[in-house]
Nanobody, 121 residues
Framework: QVQLVESGGGLVQPGGSLRLSCVAS????????MGWYRQAPGKQRELVAT???????YYADSVKGRFAISRDNAKNTVYLHLNSLKPEDTAVYYC???????????????WGQGTQVTVSS
């Protein structure tokens, strides 16, 4: 089995910064893409950023230039650096990884439990 655990959320003032982390553990053979999604109250979950195993990244237009995604393959960890935060960034942030697990044929999506980010003065 594979588990993803996020950390780093919290309350921050507009213009502030946070760093989210997500660590994968379990019977992992390899991790392909990693990503972050978010879901605000009353809204659908949306893609924030992704990063491939080769390090290529993609960002939603709403966060481009303010957020940065990175990964540490040795630690099975993905990070999301949130800068210049706005109230509209308030949401539960979820990490997602495409993982090949030991004893399982193929790659599958795994999700973290979510971490709350609140941007408010």
């Amino acid at each position: 089995q594979v588990q993803l655990v996020e950390s780093g959320g919290g309350l921050v003032q507009p213009g502030g910064s946070l760093r989210l982390s997500c660590v994968a553990s379990g019977s992992i053979v390899t991790i392909n893409s990693m990503g972050w999604y978010r879901q605000a109250p009353g809204k659908q979950r949306e893609l924030v950023a992704t990063i491939t195993s080769g390090g290529s990244s993609y960002y939603a237009d709403s966060v481009k230039g303010r957020f940065a995604i990175s990964r540490d393959n040795a630690k099975n960890t993905v990070y999301l650096h949130l800068n210049s935060l706005k109230p509209e960034d308030t949401a539960v942030y979820y990490c997602q990884m495409v993982v090949v697990a030991r004893g399982v044929y193929g790659a599958y999506d795994y999700w973290g439990q979510g971490t709350q980010v609140t941007v408010s003065s």
